[in-house]
Each structure stands twice: as structure tokens, then as C-alpha cells.
């Protein structure tokens, strides 16, 4: 894997620049940067969900990245939508998806508004979004997700927590508290449980990373890759 030409450690909401952090994957770059949430494809916690049937209708992935976890709900058939506020990323989403022969389609948007998306999907992916959002943005969020959904729509979000240990660096961890007064105002709230999340940081790739030696207890999975503790929220549309 090539080491990151960035650095995690004074990143914060207000300098974050996910256009400069995705440069590195526009055609016209010598190389791709790799980036945490680059598992070069779908999350095993959301591969999890489809196979347990919780997906349902038309989806929408928010902040969907470089677009694997749109792609493989596209390949199970189901009609997708990611968006990203990234211009980069979306261009490799197009490209990752043309590559595999599916049709999914990508938008350039503001997870804040979506603008053009009214009563719209029946399902929606946020693979590690809401984190990243200011208080102001989540509470604009949630409601925008509200008015692009249809009545009795699913809500699937992952997102770091506070009260659960975190692997590396993030940009804020997100109380239980939190998730249950912002999104619970338009979304019923049906679980909030501790699930892994799969990452392609290594931990010699974390410890470059952030100039600080890696914990000996990080969980690992198969191929010696960080699992990182997450809220996996699910919820019901408040129609």
C-alpha cells in the first residue's frame, strides 16, 4: 500500500478539505492515495444488512466516497444513488462502477440539502458521514433526509463513537445522546449497537500516519487490517 502524502493529525471540521484529500485519485495524479475508509469495496456491516434483508426500494449512499458500498447494492439490483460533496471522489465512484459493468448513479451534492432529491429513496446508506458534519449540519441533515425519503423509509448509519474506543483520529466521536436527540427528531430510532468497521489502515500505516505508536490491542481482521468500533444506527422514517 503507498503511504498517505497527508496527514490525520490537524484535520479538523472546520479545515477539513475532502476535495484535496481525494486529488490523489483524479486520473491526471501519478498514483492514488489510499485513505482509511478505502477498502476498495462494500462494507461487511452494510454486505451484512442486505443479506439480512434490510435493504428495501430505492437508495440513496450519503457521502458515499469513492462509491463501493453504492456499487454493491447496485450489483444485488437494487436502484442507487450515491452522493458526495466531492468532485474527485465522484469521478472515481463513475469510474470504479463503469469498470464493474453497473449502472449506478453518482451526483456531486450537499449531504445538507440534496437538492432536487424530494420524496425520493426508501433506504439510506451513511457510511461514516454524520461524523464528519458539523452540530448546525447534522441538524440540517436529518431533516433533509426526512423530506428526500418516502414514507416508511429505513435509515442505516455508522458513525464513530464516544463512548466506544476509536482506532485512529477522527474528526469528532458522536454520542448516543446525540444520535437519539438530532435524528430521533425525524426518524424513530429502532437500534443503536456497537459494530466494527472495516478500514485499510494496517497498523504500521497508523502509526505514519499520526506520528504515534499503535495500540498492541487493535482488533485486526483477516488480512491484518484495523477494525474500528462504530454506532450502527437503524431507524424508521417519522411520517
Not at 452522493?83 to 474527485?88: E, K, L, M, P, W
Not at 455508522?158 to 483520529?169: I, N, T, V
Not at 449497537?193 to 499520526?210: F, M, N, V
Request: proline share 4%.
Amino acid at each position: 500500500m503507498t503511504e498517505q502524502k497527508y496527514t490525520l493529525r490537524n484535520v479538523t471540521l472546520q479545515n477539513l478539505n475532502l476535495e484535496a484529500v481525494y486529488e490523489g485519485y483524479r486520473e491526471d495524479t501519478p498514483e492514488a492515495l489510499p485513505t482509511p475508509w478505502d477498502i476498495g469495496r462494500a462494507q461487511s456491516a452494510l454486505v451484512a444488512l442486505e443479506e439480512a434483508g434490510q435493504i428495501k426500494g430505492e437508495v440513496i449512499d450519503v457521502g458515499c466516497g469513492l462509491g463501493d458500498n453504492a456499487i454493491f447494492l447496485a450489483s444485488r439490483g437494487y436502484r442507487t444513488t450515491g452522493v458526495d460533496g466531492s468532485a474527485n471522489a465522484i469521478d472515481e465512484c463513475r469510474r470504479r462502477a463503469a469498470a464493474q459493468g453497473l449502472d449506478v448513479q453518482f451526483a456531486v451534492a450537499d449531504a445538507a440539502a440534496l437538492d432536487g432529491f424530494d420524496d425520493r429513496f426508501d433506504t439510506v446508506v451513511d457510511s461514516a458521514l454524520y461524523h464528519c458534519l458539523t452540530e448546525e449540519n447534522q441538524q440540517r441533515y436529518v431533516a433533509t433526509l426526512h423530506r428526500a425519503t418516502r414514507p416508511g423509509a429505513r435509515l442505516h448509519l455508522f458513525c464513530f463513537a464516544k463512548e466506544l474506543p476509536s482506532a485512529f483520529p477522527v474528526l469528532q466521536r458522536i454520542s448516543e445522546q446525540n444520535l437519539r436527540e438530532t435524528v430521533g427528531r425525524f426518524w424513530d430510532i429502532t437500534s443503536i449497537k456497537p459494530a466494527l468497521y472495516d478500514t485499510s489502515l494496517t497498523p504500521e500505516i497508523l502509526t505514519r500516519l499520526t506520528g504515534k505508536p499503535a495500540s498492541p490491542d487493535l482488533e485486526l481482521d483477516e488480512q491484518g487490517q484495523i477494525l474500528s468500533q462504530v454506532w450502527q444506527l437503524t431507524a424508521e422514517r417519522i411520517d
